[in-house]
């Protein structure tokens, strides 16, 4: 047997163990609204590509107690329903709405099911609460199973490690039963204990500050390939909080957003599934220059490995730089027609995700009277006029209260899900390499169609 099918043997292996791992796992949670799909009756979808600040972007939106939102990205519950490549049939991240009918209603069965476990809103969690604490452990437990699907995870340590977690916190650092202050500072504490059982959990691999790393896991070291072979949530692992459970009466009420790069190959599929709902979308814009460079220092980084491919890349500036990996593991979302892409450069690879995306968004709102709303990243992390201008104005689409918007928006932006704090113009480092790709007539025929007259300024 070759390399690539003993790998693609022990993925399936692999992840097979870790549904039957979150079988059990869910048998002990409660859902509050099990027909998450039907009750939904707002969806607002916030499309943009990789790279494109939806990170941060959407962290601010999270502050809003009248927004319903998912812990992280929706990937996660897309694999393990099977609705993504090669489980979903596609040899990309393309979903349609023949993709949300009665053949797949299994699939679409699993993916409600893990959604409803996951959705929470932001109002005041007193984990003194025994049901609201064991919901959090729950949700911890189903995290690690799935972020490191290749070790058999033991539920009872997992609790047990959180309760000491939390005692330590409460010791050395001053918590009160009922609070959870810090998400960077419990994660690291909590990887550092489930470390000693499971020394493979490897807290690079989390969107944690590489100074809390250093302090409390000093021999945990930087690993440039993925986590694994089998991989259900991408890396960096997200950081989760407790979330007040949902109601029927919130979903009725209150917008669920929806925020994955992928998502904008899946408008057609989510509005379908979402049936009962009104469909949105907030196209988050940004320079090219900037997305693009995000994107190469991305694929370059210890992180954001989505697909193994069957195909072998031959990716310039990637798969030469990481032949162990750079041949078989793409990154970032999986557009239609990369196939063509595997073979070029890696800035031109960068390249055509980032136009890809956005002209899939632009043909989906051409097509489909949506209402939607175009808001550039820059405005998002402007000057704190420009950030409060900007958040009033979409406060007011989504028909919420501004203030919680803006006083998240005003304060200290914190790098989320990034290589680096966002700053203006850091492509300029890889400028020779990056400006043979700007200058190609279809991205700056893109960048002005969403407002880019003038990509950069040498």
């Known amino acids: 047997m070759i390399d690539a099918e003993r790998a693609a043997s022990r993925r399936k292996s692999d992840f097979a163990r870790t549904l039957r791992a979150v079988e059990r796992i869910n048998q002990g949670r409660n859902v509050a609204v099990p027909d998450l799909f039907s009750q939904v009756k707002e969806v607002v979808v916030v499309a943009s590509s990789s790279r494109g600040g939806s990170s941060i972007f959407t962290e601010i939106l999270r502050q809003s107690p009248k927004l319903i939102h998912f812990k992280g990205e929706i990937n996660p519950f897309m694999v393990m329903a099977g609705l993504t490549s090669p489980a979903s049939g596609k040899a990309d991240d393309g979903l349609d709405a023949l993709d949300a009918g009665a053949d797949n209603q299994q699939k679409l069965a699993v993916l409600e099911r893990e959604m409803a476990f996951d959705v929470g809103i932001n109002l005041p969690v007193d984990l003194s609460d025994s049901q609201l604490r064991e919901r959090f452990k729950s949700d911890l437990l189903w995290r690690v199973t799935i972020q490191w699907p290749e070790i058999e995870i033991d539920p009872d340590f997992v609790f047990a490690c959180t309760e000491q977690t939390f005692s330590e916190l409460a010791h050395d650092h ?141 990716i310039k500036g990637y798969s030469d730089h990481f032949p162990e990996w750079g041949r078989c593991w793409w990154n970032y979302d999986l557009p239609p027609g990369w196939q063509q892409w595997s073979n070029l450069p890696l800035e031109y690879v960068c390249g055509y995700q980032w136009r890809q995306a956005h002209q899939t968004i632009l043909d989906y709102l051409e097509r489909n009277p949506v209402d939607s709303l175009r808001i550039a990243f820059e405005d998002v992390v402007g000057d704190l006029a420009t950030r409060r201008r900007c958040f009033s104005r979409i406060a007011e689409w989504l028909g919420v209260s501004e203030d919680s918007l803006i006083d998240a928006a005003v304060g200290d932006l914190p790098p989320v899900m990034a290589t680096a704090r966002p700053r203006q113009r850091r492509w300029f480092k890889k400028v020779a390499l990056l400006r043979p790709v700007l200058e190609e007539p279809l991205i700056i025929e893109m960048a002005r169609r969403l407002g880019y007259e003038k990509i950069y300024d040498l």
Not at 274 to 279: K, L, P, V
Request: include cysteine.
């Open 174 to 314: 001053g918590w009160r039963p009922q609070e959870f202050n810090d998400p960077q500072l419990f994660h690291v504490l909590l990887l550092a204990r489930l470390r000693k059982r499971y020394p493979k959990i490897n807290p690079h691999y989390y969107d944690l500050s590489a100074e809390l790393i250093k302090h409390y896991c000093p021999d945990a070291e930087i690993c440039l390939g993925p986590p694994g072979q089998c991989l259900i949530e991408e890396p960096p692992f997200v950081l989760i909080s407790p979330r007040h459970p949902v109601s029927a009466e919130m979903l009725a009420s209150h917008p669920l957003i929806l925020k994955t790069p992928s998502n904008v190959y899946r408008l057609d599929f989510l509005q379908k599934i979402f049936h009962r709902a009104s469909f949105r979308v907030l196209h988050l814009v940004r320079n090219p220059a900037d997305a693009i460079n995000g994107l190469v220092d991305g694929w370059l980084y210890h992180g954001f490995f989505s697909h193994p491919l069957p195909t072998v890349l031959d």
